[in-house]
């Protein structure tokens, strides 16, 4: 039986990689990955020679998901990692195993000749939630949000939310997420988690109108990966 294996990778520190990812990337057929530079540094870390390493995606700079179908019909094991993280969390991932499922399924429905296995390890979300400081019984996540359509809307709701609302932003956007959270939501506590386990790890509380002033007078800060997270 082949198996695909989902394999969470860390965020930043190098270290926060579990001993079963290591082995399972060691012995596959085949690693997958978003970028062969960033795997590289994981790999050479821990002196892990990949058989196959292969950048996954549906563009001829990539193996297509109908690809790692005919490997995983053929026996072989593959694995999944992406740049950061846990795959398929707002990045590719999820596709890919929802087509191997499909392409698997058998009359019983459960995936036959070929399994997927989970391989947790970090995810931004649940890194940044640990560290925040509030409520996560209970939270809704929104991955990124989008630029144009429905942008409002998201926001409105962050606003007239009871529960714990986190989104992923990128550093060219951060500004103007905070500027429509201001806007939308001006009562909400808003916690920023910067470089997760990196170097310049940063969280910072506030108002939305506060978070906008501290990175307008701190350009310096406005770089790196975010998370933002509001109560
Ligand atoms: N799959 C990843 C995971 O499990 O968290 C997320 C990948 S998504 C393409 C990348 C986004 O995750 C970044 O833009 C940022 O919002 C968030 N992120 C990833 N690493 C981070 C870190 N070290 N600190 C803060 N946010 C991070």
Redesign the pocket.
Known sequence: MSTLFIV?TP??NLEDVTLRALRVLKEVDVILCEDTRVAQKLLAKYEIEAKQLATYNEQESGVTASKIIGWLEEGKSVALV??????????PGSLLVEKVREHFKSENDKVGPCKIEAVPG????T??LSIAGVPVHDFVFLG?LPHKKGRETLFKEIAGSERTMVF???PHRILKALESLQKFAPNKKVTI??????IHEQIISDSAEELLTYFETNPDKVR????VITY
């Open positions: 969470g965020i930043g992406s740049d950061a993280g846990t795959p398929g969390i707002s990045d970090p995810s931004a979300l890194t940044a990124f992923y932003e990128s988690a910067r470089e997760l386990t990196k790196g990966e975010f998370v």
